[in-house]
């Protein structure tokens, strides 16, 4: 089934809002082993929107629209759409009535032009909004299925997730299980990780591949069709074992969900363990990661943000001819940093992070340099020096990051 998304608002191509939608949706379908071949944006114009129309019927079997479907007069999806198919539009009860009893119960005047948003293509597939007035629907004209769905993502992702997807699924030619499996890394870019995959994702079919960034991270998803979850899981493994093989050392965790610190936290709890953190150039950043975990305060006993030299010494204990030397930012100061911050603070490990986020230059040292220090009750100390680049946001937020993901490598090695 090739799949098409059209957002369909003037705002977005005016940049005033990201297509977070699009996004969504090409995730959702991609759990169903439905390829997206195409992402529209167009304005809120009929004219424009349906010549677009026109194209997706010709290359689509699947088109989604999302957006146009209030109550004012550039809202134009389903009108424009039903132009298309040939149907007229009708008012759904259900939808009628709740719009109704919305403004009832809040005692306010409902303007007329609130009912257009009950309106419905004659003959669809209505989709409840759960969270909205205007309900989504289905059509299908020739050979290709309309999906037409609100803008709002509050109201978008929940209608996806409870009414579309299965609707989707009956659509597909063979009843069959969606299993899938997520891996999460850390370390390797987008592009580094697709050409260590190429060969694999090329020659996809079931099992599919799809990798996506989020947040200087990499997520992988491997998706089977198969009459049962067993045998879908049979179809992954070994998908999942040519994966590990390859770019196992990047693998933090699978799962939907899961972040890199919440998978850090929940391993140190199984194990019983604990950790702090000494932190220069990212001024908090990890602990704050840390600390955004529910439960955290059972394996995380604090931090130390050593922001200056004098903190670094005598807080920290770095002495004046290691700073003066080697320099705030160098592989003696993270070790010493990491190895006092755990001892003082009694944990399992010590994590530190010292470098130069910039602006500008520091020590003579370029923007960028970071080292993070890694150090284990048993284990000789780790330090590991890093180049990044961007910004100053993106530095901290990436060495803070790898800070978290280079513990959590240490704690596989205990």
Same mark, same amino acid.
């Given at each position: 089934?090739?799949?098409?998304?059209?957002?369909?608002?003037?705002?977005?191509?005016?940049?005033?809002?990201?297509?977070?939608?699009?996004?969504?949706?090409?995730?959702?379908?991609?759990?169903?082993?439905?390829?997206?071949?195409?992402?529209?944006?167009?304005?809120?114009?009929?004219?424009?929107?349906?010549?677009?129309?026109?194209?997706?019927?010709?290359?689509?079997?699947?088109?989604?629209?999302?957006?146009?479907?209030?109550?004012?007069?550039?809202?134009?999806?389903?009108?424009?759409?039903?132009?298309?198919?040939?149907?007229?539009?009708?008012?759904?009860?259900?939808?009628?009535?709740?719009?109704?009893?919305?403004?009832?119960?809040?005692?306010?005047?409902?303007?007329?032009?609130?009912?257009?948003?009950?309106?419905?293509?004659?003959?669809?597939?209505?989709?409840?909004?759960?969270?909205?007035?205007?309900?989504?629907?289905?059509?299908?004209?020739?050979?290709?299925?309309?999906?037409?769905?609100?803008?709002?993502?509050?109201?978008?992702?929940?209608?996806?997730?409870?009414?579309?997807?299965?609707?989707?699924?009956?659509?597909?030619?063979?009843?069959? +299980?969606?299993? =899938?499996?997520?891996?999460?890394?850390? !370390? #390797?870019?987008?592009?580094?990780? @697709?050409?260590?995959?190429?060969? $694999?994702?090329?020659?996809?079919?079931?099992?599919?591949?799809?990798?996506?960034?989020?947040?200087?991270?990499?997520?992988?998803?491997?998706?089977?069709?198969?009459?049962?979850?067993?045998?879908?899981?049979?179809?992954?493994?070994?998908?999942?074992?040519?994966?590990?093989?390859?770019?196992?050392?990047?693998?933090?965790?699978?799962?939907?969900?899961?972040?890199?610190?919440?998978?850090?936290?929940?391993?140190?709890?199984?194990?019983?363990?604990?950790?702090?953190?000494?932190?220069?150039?990212?001024?908090?950043?990890?602990?704050?990661?840390?600390?955004? +975990?529910?439960? =955290?305060?059972?394996?995380?006993?604090? !931090? #130390?943000?050593?922001?200056?030299? @004098?903190?670094?010494?005598?807080? $920290?204990?770095?002495?004046?001819?290691?700073?003066?030397?080697?320099?705030?930012?160098?592989?003696?100061?993270?070790?010493?940093?990491?190895?006092?911050?755990?001892?003082?603070?009694?944990?399992?490990?010590?994590?530190?992070?010292?470098?130069?986020?910039?602006?500008?230059?520091?020590?003579?040292?370029?923007?960028?340099?970071?080292?993070?220090?890694?150090?284990?009750?048993?284990?000789?100390?780790?330090?590991?020096?890093?180049?990044?680049?961007?910004?100053?946001?993106?530095?901290?937020?990436?060495?803070?990051?790898?800070?978290?993901?280079?513990?959590?490598?240490?704690?596989?090695?205990?």
């Amino acid at each position: 089934m090739r799949a098409e998304i059209i957002a369909v608002g003037t705002e977005l191509l005016l940049g005033q809002i990201a297509n977070t939608n699009a996004q969504f949706l090409s995730q959702k379908l991609a759990q169903i082993g439905v390829g997206v071949y195409f992402h529209t944006v167009v304005g809120d114009n009929s004219e424009r929107l349906l010549q677009v129309i026109r194209l997706a019927a010709e290359r689509s079997d699947l088109v989604i629209f999302s957006g146009g479907l209030g109550p004012t007069q550039d809202d134009l999806t389903k009108e424009t759409v039903a132009a298309y198919v040939g149907v007229d539009l009708v008012t759904d009860a259900n939808a009628m009535k709740y719009i109704e009893d919305f403004f009832t119960q809040r005692g306010i005047v409902m303007t007329e032009n609130n009912r257009k948003q009950a309106l419905v293509l004659a003959g669809s597939h209505v989709l409840p909004n759960d969270f909205g007035m205007a309900p989504g629907m289905a059509i299908r004209h020739d050979s290709t299925t309309f999906v037409l769905l609100p803008g709002p993502p509050s109201e978008l992702y929940p209608m996806v997730d409870r009414y579309v997807m299965p609707y989707l699924i009956d659509l597909l030619p063979e009843k069959q +299980v969606f299993h =899938s499996r997520v891996f999460r890394f850390y !370390g #390797i870019g987008e592009s580094a990780l @697709e050409e260590r995959l190429l060969d $694999l994702i090329e020659k996809q079919d079931n099992p599919t591949i799809a990798p996506y960034a989020k947040e200087f991270e990499v997520t992988l998803r491997v998706t089977a069709r198969a009459a049962t979850a067993e045998a879908g899981e049979a179809l992954i493994l070994p998908v999942e074992k040519e994966i590990r093989d390859r770019v196992g050392q990047y693998i933090y965790g699978t799962g939907e969900d899961s972040s890199l610190h919440e998978v850090l936290i929940n391993e140190l709890r199984k194990r019983g363990e604990s950790i702090a953190c000494a932190e220069s150039c990212t001024g908090g950043t990890v602990a704050s990661l840390i600390t955004s +975990v529910p439960g =955290s305060s059972s394996v995380f006993r604090g !931090g #130390i943000v050593c922001y200056t030299n @004098e903190v670094k010494n005598q807080v $920290l204990g770095v002495s004046e001819e290691v700073l003066a030397t080697e320099g705030a930012v160098s592989e003696q100061t993270a070790k010493l940093l990491a190895e006092n911050v755990r001892e003082k603070l009694g944990t399992t490990y010590g994590v530190s992070v010292t470098g130069v986020a910039g602006p500008d230059s520091s020590e003579g040292k370029p923007v960028g340099l970071v080292y993070v220090g890694i150090a284990a009750e048993g284990l000789p100390t780790v330090v590991k020096e890093l180049r990044l680049a961007g910004r100053r946001q993106a530095i901290v937020g990436r060495a803070a990051k790898f800070a978290l993901f280079y513990a959590l490598q240490m704690q596989k090695e205990r």
